[in-house]
């Protein structure tokens, strides 16, 4: 499985904000997606990044991650 969270840390730029979104065409799911907010918090706990905002459908699954990256 990818680490969503990781791999858009990686293209910041340090300051800078981004979303991060399951992308179909590269097999995710929202189910798979879920994992993503987990990686997320572990780059937070390491001050690497700041969530700024957990976007989520009626359902109650992660849809979408807001984040800026610090380091």
């Given amino acids: 499985m990818r680490d969503?969270?990781?791999e858009v840390y990686k293209?910041?730029?340090v300051?800078?904000?981004a979303w991060i979104r399951p992308v179909a065409?590269?097999?995710d799911t929202l189910d798979s997606f879920q994992a993503a907010h987990d990686s997320a918090k572990l780059l937070e706990e390491?001050?690497?990044?700041d969530i700024e905002k957990v976007q989520r459908q009626a359902d109650g699954l992660i849809d979408a991650i807001r984040i800026?990256?610090?380091a």
Avoid: D, H, T, Y
Avoid at 46 to 49: A, D, K, S, T
């Fill in 46 to 49: 390491e001050g690497l990044i």
């Fill in 4 to 6: 969503l969270a990781k």
């Fill in 68 to 70: 800026q990256r610090l």
């Fill in 25 to 27: 065409a590269r097999g």
């Fill in 11 to 13: 293209k910041m730029k």
């Fill in 15 to 17: 300051g800078s904000v």
